[in-house]
């Protein structure tokens, strides 16, 4: 921790120095405009944001300064239209990516741009743009539209655009340093009485359970950027370069109270410490005689109960670490009265480490049928009694056993990801005449991604490492592989030389030798590629085509474009083959590309001005043409406007948007992944039928059996995926109504409502394996159970088990919703407070109204409105807000106060739990901003002043983290900050 401290006094205190020893110098840059004059993303007819019939809602490069942020989505995500996605706080599941979901139809489905240009896929495991290659103290102002826009921009705007606009004709030379860290005090008082259940359970296994300490700071976080920008000597252009450098610190679930065990229910009003039955000591189920068993501390078998459950929170990352590099430029050069040239080249190293819960041997992953172990019964490793106890007796030489066994020597799996991400565009435009302008432009961007999984186990290597027998030659327990069956001197070679027993029978009887042959690393490489050239001509025809009504006439742009994306991922042998033992199926190589031709052209049309009751009347529309390989599809776009007087306005507009699917989801192989689920429709608590079950494959002994084989130990279930070469387009129909209020005689002010609605069709998915599941043991339909594969033993958790899940076109999603959007600027003078400055106030707030999800397949349609887990996932809060006041002083300097609210939900599971609700969330963030001189600026800061605990609950899933929902709430505690900002 000194070290830490020690790094950002030598950073702060360097760069004060050198400014204090510096005159300060010109220096310039495109400065922030008021919200009226901004032109805005949705059109490439200049609008301002008080006048597009598209409502968009922004946030600035101060408002990166004022929250203290590194991480661009962190920002992003605390707008009320942006839901939870990828960002530093996912571990198990973690692509390496940060994403935006717009509106919670999901981050593919949200189309990113860079001052107006599409960014490329984010990783080849996850396409959605990766905010990670934007570094944030380059960014001016980010635009958030959030109806419809594909006409305009092309596939993937179905819930909407965020545009980065950068920073660019800068002049002089600018420091940026940046040091924060999280502060957080241990005291949950939260419902459940967690920290009494903790201390209770770390009184009887002290190795998985113990409270954190009372006061903890963790999570350091600096960042350093450089930016540099000189003019051409005769005026003409100019040249803006950057490089920057970021590192965060992980924390671990051990380091807060209430990540320190995993909940797994409750009991008496109390959360119950759960945990996974694969466990530090071994659980060993028996086929033989169902003998359900652990190694007791003393030596020797026991009876398996729930306390032997493993506590698998504390080794996850609850913020993953992190470090990046960026390096990039833009230029303008103006060639002559028609030619402008221009380019953007950026590019960042970022490299991460998720870590999750030790791997081991999971069941279900041994070579048998039935995914169990053939354990022989003159097994060296086994005394007589364990051998008893599993089943072997007179003439029995071998018993099946299904057997779960945390790598505990070996420590937390670590998946270790890095991508090199590559951007460039270059581009010329200007004035054809005074009607017509143009801009060409081709972009390219590469992402090289590099990932190495450590620590995990190989099955292959679990099943030899298993089978044993005394050598002949050493009179030692020997794999049976690395046996020579001839002899030490004959012919015959061993299978696996290497091969070292795997002593999971008695306490400490892991050594190091075997945990060295059985961790097997996986490797995967992989790039995306992306190439866009596109040409747009506007065009102002007011002189040719104009209303009698209005001044001002027709404006057009119309253009081409064309788009290749690619992707190809390579994964090596374990991780092809699904060998690796705790990645719940193979991981498999994919490659493949689409590529479009899209012809697109929009018109604006004033029709009224300065008329009685019709200060303003426009119209505008747009149409998207694209052509791929296989398909065909349409989007357009229609608006109008009306201000019957100039304080007031109401705009509306209506759109067809469309998504393409991706290649992952064209080209992806089969394999298997994870789904999540309370049980199995035919075990404990049966909602099946004895024949329904048995005529799926169920044993009728296993059927409705209390501790028996059909319940997953971790509640997750095998499925099948795979890509789908014939998927058609995602279309949806988006409008939007509102007004803004801008009144005159309230100076400063300025309201925005507007209604959202967007139905989303013809979805890209796959059925849920829950849904087959209900249409199989419910609904009876032949066509759902045929999808339901039992294995041998009729499990859907072991090898042969699973629910197919292939990519189609099915269901739909629809939400609607309300935005608001308030400024207010108001001076103090007004109120005889003539030396004290002035007051700034904005709150940005979203009412969600609905957001159903269709499964098709003839399920029932769900409305998430004010839900959470189960087929809800992250909470669906129904009102969030974001409210600033900032105090702008006299003295060079201001104040902020920001006040983030996240309403209240309902977890699906229904009422009469502990986590039946999560209460409202609030919380208060302070910044300051102090000049220190003309060339100098000093900020400050502290987010959730009060420390406030995220709430709890046992259904989180792998969609949350550590017993809650960090993507959506403030898990880690109060954050500080400290910055400086130097000019030369």
């Excluded at 743009?129 to 539209?145: F, S, T, W």
Aim: hydrophobic letters at 35%; charged letters at 20%; glycine letters at 12%.
């Amino acid at each position: 921790m000194k070290r830490e401290f020690l790094l950002a006094s030598t950073i702060i205190a360097g760069i004060t120095l050198v400014g204090l020893a510096a005159p300060a110098m010109a220096q310039s840059t495109t400065g922030t405009a008021q919200v009226e004059d901004i032109v805005v993303t949705g059109s490439r007819i200049p609008q301002a944001n008080l006048k597009t019939t598209s409502p968009v809602t922004q946030v600035t490069g101060e408002d990166i300064n004022v929250q203290g942020v590194t991480r661009v989505e962190d920002l992003i995500n605390q707008l009320p239209q942006a839901f939870a996605a990828q960002n530093s706080t996912v571990a198990n599941g973690a692509s390496g990516t940060a994403t935006v979901d717009l509106r919670g139809l999901g981050s593919d489905r949200t189309l990113v741009l860079i001052d107006g240009r599409r960014m490329g896929y984010g990783s080849p495991n996850d396409t959605a743009a990766d905010l990670n290659q934007i570094p944030g103290q380059l960014v001016d102002r980010v635009e958030v539209l959030t109806g419809g826009a594909a006409a305009v921009y092309g596939s993937d705007a179905i819930a909407g655009v965020v545009n980065f606009i950068m920073k660019k004709d800068f002049e002089g030379l600018r420091i940026d340093a940046q040091y924060g860290f999280y502060q957080h005090h241990n005291d949950y008082d939260g419902p459940g009485n967690l920290r009494s259940v903790i201390e209770g359970r770390a009184a009887g296994n002290p190795s998985q359970f113990k409270l954190p300490d009372d006061n903890v700071m963790d999570g350091f976080s600096r960042e350093v950027t450089i930016i540099m920008g000189v003019n051409a000597p005769d005026g003409r252009g100019n040249l803006t370069a950057y490089a920057g450098y970021r590192k965060n610190n992980k924390i671990l679930g051990r380091d807060r109270d209430y990540s320190s065990c995993s909940l797994g229910g409750e009991n008496a009003g109390s959360f119950v410490c759960g945990g996974s039955s694969t466990n530090a000591t071994g659980r060993f189920n028996s086929l033989e005689n169902g003998a359900n068993l652990t190694v007791a501390s003393g030596g020797g078998f026991r009876n398996y109960t729930g306390d032997d459950a493993y506590n698998f929170g504390p080794l996850n990352h609850y913020q993953r670490p992190d470090e990046r590099y960026t390096l990039g430029a833009y230029g303008t050069y103006k060639v002559n009265d028609k030619i402008e040239a221009f380019t953007s080249l950026s590019f960042s190293d970022y490299s991460t480490v998720a870590q999750i819960a030790p791997s081991g041997v999971f069941f279900g992953g041994g070579t048998s049928a039935n995914g169990g172990y053939n354990i022989s019964c003159d097994n060296p490793l086994l005394s007589g009694a364990q051998a008893t106890a599993l089943g072997c007796a007179p003439g029995v030489d071998t018993v099946e056993v299904l057997i779960g066994r945390r790598n505990v020597e070996g420590g937390g799996r670590q998946d270790s990801i890095g991508s090199q991400n590559y951007r460039g565009v270059v581009g010329i435009r200007g004035d054809l005449s005074d009607t017509w302008s143009y801009d060409l432009a081709a972009s390219y961007s590469k992402v090289s991604l590099s990932r190495t999984y450590l620590n995990d186990f190989s099955n292959q290597r679990i099943g030899r490492a298993l089978d044993v027998a005394i050598d002949p030659a050493t009179g030692k327990a020997a794999c049976v592989s690395a046996i020579d069956p001839d002899g030490p001197t004959g012919p015959l070679a061993a299978v696996d030389a290497a091969c070292v027993p795997y002593n999971i029978y008695s306490p400490d009887g892991v050594t190091p030798e075997a945990l060295a042959y059985l961790q097997t690393p996986g490797l995967q490489r992989g790039a995306t590629e992306q190439q866009v050239i596109t040409l747009a001509v506007t065009g102002d025809l007011s002189s040719y085509v104009s209303s009698p009504w209005a001044d001002g006439g027709l404006q057009v742009a119309f253009g081409a474009e064309y788009r290749r994306d690619k992707l190809v991922a390579t994964s090596d042998t374990s991780f092809e083959t699904g060998d690796l033992a705790g990645q719940g199926g193979p991981t498999k190589s994919v490659a493949g590309s689409v590529q479009v031709y899209d012809l697109f052209g929009e018109f604006r049309l004033p029709l009224i001005e300065g008329r009685p009751f019709a200060d303003q009347v426009s119209i505008n529309g747009s149409y998207r043409h694209s052509t791929y390989d296989k398909f065909k599809s349409d989007a357009y776009g229609f608006g109008i406007d009306w201000a019957p007087v100039s304080d007031l306005r109401f705009r509306a507009s209506l759109a067809r948007t469309t998504r393409a699917p991706n290649v992952i989801e064209l080209f992806r192989p089969q394999g298997l992944n994870l789904f999540d689920a309370d049980g199995d429709p035919c075990g404990p608590n049966p909602t099946a039928t004895l024949a329904q079950c048995v005529a799926t494959g169920v044993p009728s002994a296993q059927y409705g059996l209390v501790g028996g084989l059909l319940e997953s130990p971790a509640g997750q279930y095998n499925y099948l995926q795979s890509g789908n070469p014939d998927l058609a387009p995602e279309t949806a129909d988006t409008y939007t109504f509102g007004a803004v209020f801008a009144p005159s005689f309230v100076r400063g002010l300025n309201i925005s409502v507007d209604y959202y609605n967007i139905d989303l069709k013809n979805r890209i998915d796959i059925i849920d394996p829950l849904v087959t599941l209900d249409n199989c043991y419910v609904n009876n339909q032949a066509d759902a159970c045929a999808r339901v594969v039992r294995s041998n033993i009729g499990t859907l958790w072991t090898t042969g088990g699973y629910v197919e899940a292939f990519n189609t076109n099915i269901g739909g999603l629809k939400t609607s919703g309300i935005d608001v959007n308030v400024n207010y600027n108001v001076g103090l003078d007004r109120f005889g407070l003539d030396t004290y400055g002035s007051l700034a106030f904005n709150m940005v707030g979203s009412w969600l109204d609905k957001m159903e999800t269709d499964p098709g397949a003839g399920a029932a349609v769900y409305d998430c409105v004010g839900k959470f887990a189960g087929e809800c996932g992250t909470p669906k809060n129904e009102w969030r807000h974001r409210a600033r006041v900032t105090w702008q002083m006299p003295w060079n300097a201001d104040l902020s106060a920001t006040w983030r609210y996240y309403g209240g939900v309902d977890n699906v599971a229904g009422p009469g739990r502990l986590d039946s609700s999560f209460d409202a969330q609030n919380y208060f963030d302070l910044a300051a901003n102090v000049q220190l001189r003309d060339n100098m600026k000093l900020r400050v800061g502290i987010n959730n002043v009060f420390d406030r605990d995220p709430p709890l609950s046992y259904s989180v899933g792998t969609t949350g983290n550590n017993n809650t929902y960090p993507q959506t709430y403030d898990a880690m505690g109060r954050f500080m900050f400290i910055g400086i900002t130097a000019d030369f």
